[in-house]
């Protein structure tokens, strides 16, 4: 499958959660944990329209203010979602600014908050100094924060001590995979219009909408999109990638996790302490490197990404990963 997305953890392993994943062919990025960005190029931060917040500590959210400070000129909007209280948070980090000068600024900030039954909705303005303003309720269908034709994610809360941490789920509603060789006897020309046919082939739209086609020899043809469809793609499960980390190692949150990320095509999980520390894992509510790996195993995941790594290894900075690894495989300790 070509991916449609690209992560990247913007501080490696050992620096603070941020997983920047960029969405092929769109201009557009999604933000997973704010850490500290200042190795985001201001390119690669303008393409976030849409910021996931597991839970408010400090190395998850320190790096808001830098965002913030970027899109202030931006025609925006910023989505951020997160755990219940993310709202006030948020409201806590803008009250701490002076903003007299900025009613001409067009930004919006959108802050839902995950809730079980549903949660706030509370909208900032650059225009009336970022005040809480407009309030909504969000209905919570199923832990779905944001839905669009390409791509959709969901929150699973997790327990991180007494508060929750929220785990996401990214998917791609249905992959649509493009035959590379059949335009290229077709004569089309490969180019934004493909994005736009895929979209229309997810929307379900009716068999005879017209899509227009250029051809490599400089005109354009229109066929009908089941006509299209049949000539140059099929049709497969979306690409999935799971974001799990801050999570205790309890037995129900290990359970939920399993289920969370059954399936992924990528998942990429807190492997905070090694397993030999697992009594301090276990006081600090977070996972080990063994618990990672056993979890991609189980959920069948078909890649690893391991991070959140304690500074305390930093003298053997790959023991992490390989022992994440080796549970992904199968080997290493026995079950717990
Ligand atoms: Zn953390
Ligand atoms: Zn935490």
Request: with cysteine; glycine share 8%; aromatic share 8%.
């Amino acid at each position: 499958m070509r991916s449609v997305f690209f992560p990247r953890l913007v501080n490696g392993p050992f620096g603070d959660p941020a997983l920047h994943i960029r969405l092929a062919h769109r201009g557009e990025a999604l933000l997973f944990d704010c850490g500290d960005l200042r190795r985001l190029t201001i390119r690669e931060m303008l393409k976030i329209r849409d910021v996931f917040i597991s839970h408010a500590h400090i190395d998850h959210l320190v790096g808001f203010d830098a965002l913030l400070r970027t899109f202030l000129y931006q025609m925006g909007p910023l989505r951020v979602y997160g755990p219940p209280g993310i709202a006030d948070r948020i409201a806590g980090r803008l009250h701490g600014y002076t903003w007299n000068l900025i009613e001409g600024y067009p930004l919006v900030l959108t802050v839902r908050e995950w809730g079980a039954s549903g949660g706030r909705e509370v909208t900032f303005r650059a225009a009336n100094a970022f005040r809480p303003g407009e309030e909504k309720t969000w209905e919570n269908r199923a832990g779905l924060l944001r839905e669009t034709d390409y791509y959709r994610v969901r929150a699973v809360p997790l327990d991180h001590g007494d508060i929750v941490s929220l785990a996401f789920i990214l998917e791609e509603p249905l992959h649509v995979a493009i035959h590379k060789d059949a335009l290229i006897r077709h004569g089309y020309s490969p180019g934004p219009w493909l994005t736009h046919f895929k979209d229309q082939v997810r929307r379900g739209l009716p068999a005879a909408t017209p899509v227009t086609v250029p051809l490599e020899r400089g005109d354009e043809t229109v066929l009908a999109l089941s006509a299209l469809q049949e000539r140059i793609a099929h049709l497969e499960r979306g690409m999935k990638i799971s974001y799990v980390t801050d999570a205790a190692p309890t037995e129900e949150n290990l359970d939920k996790i399993v289920t969370l990320a059954a399936g992924s095509h990528l998942l990429v999980i807190e492997a905070t302490f090694a397993h030999r520390d697992l009594d301090r894992a276990r006081q600090r509510n977070h996972l080990t490197a063994h618990l990672a790996g056993r979890l991609a195993r189980e959920s069948g995941a078909a890649r690893l990404l391991v991070f959140h790594h304690s500074p305390r290894y930093q003298d053997h900075p790959g023991q992490l990963a390989a022992e994440a690894l080796e549970a992904f495989s199968g080997k290493g300790k026995g079950d717990e």
